[in-house]
């Protein structure tokens, strides 16, 4: 990472199927609007319970994209 200027922004994902399909969630739908992703970082996991059992995930994710210049 060489000179680069990042802005950050906090997206959360959501799916039945798992925390990895919820980060990928919420990095497909960003990519379609932002530009210049370069990382992302988990900051908190969540869950929806139903019945006492787990029935969907949710991620926080702070994702970072390069600023033009």
Request: overall charge negative.
């Amino acid at each position: 990472m060489s000179n680069h200027v990042y802005k950050v922004s906090e997206v959360v994902g959501s799916s039945p199927d798992g925390l990895e399909a919820a980060v990928d969630n919420a990095i497909a739908t960003t990519a379609r609007s932002v530009r210049n992703l370069d990382w992302f970082e988990v900051t908190e996991i969540r869950g929806h319970l139903r019945e006492g059992a787990v029935a969907s995930w949710q991620v926080a994710v702070k994702v970072g994209f390069r600023v033009d210049e």
